[in-house]
């Protein structure tokens, strides 16, 4: 009995801490706005390169973009850039992702980076631009190092 004003204590708490998580959590994977910091742009992008995946990275696509996956050029829709995408994080599995350089203008972006995935070292260049106020991917290159 001396410890029910506890246990209600936490399950009071518990749907607002559960749902600040979910909120969160689908808030990292939404494309930020020019209101959001300049190279901040790129942290979550590269979290989801790093990662493989390639779901949370195609929110980033916009909706036709050019992509470039070991000399395969070609310009694809967002849903085409996916599959893209996933094909190669399922023939090289990444193990890490790290930006070597960015540069831009207050609209445009971009970062060279250097993927290790499959026992392989990749250079990957992302030009971003800004269009309604949000970043999108614009052009996606991925190539041997």
């Known amino acids: 009995m ?11 708490l ?7 998580q979910s909120f969160m959590i689908q808030k990292a ?12 742009v ?9 990662s493989g995946n390639s779901e949370a990275l195609s929110a980033w696509f916009a ?6 996956v070991l000399s395969k050029e070609s310009d694809a ?7 893209i995408v996933k094909s190669f994080f399922d023939t090289y599995t990444p193990r ?3 930006i070597t350089h960015t540069a831009g203008r207050a609209n445009m972006k971009y970062a060279l980076g250097t993927l290790k995935a499959g026992g ?8 971003m631009s800004c269009k309604n106020d949000t970043y999108r991917i614009q052009q996606l290159k991925i190539e041997r190092f």
């Open 77 to 83: 829709s967002r849903a085409q850039a996916r599959q």
């Open 29 to 40: 994977a939404q494309p930020l706005t020019t209101a959001d910091s300049g190279d901040d």
């Open 120 to 127: 392989e070292t990749f250079n990957v260049t992302i030009f």
């Open 42 to 50: 790129f942290i979550p992008v590269s979290k989801y390169i790093a």
């Open 63 to 68: 909706d036709n973009l050019e992509i470039s």
């Open 2 to 12: 001396k410890y029910l004003p506890i246990v209600l204590l936490v399950a009071l």
């Open 14 to 20: 518990a749907g607002p801490v559960a749902s600040a």
């Open 96 to 98: 890490s992702f790290d």
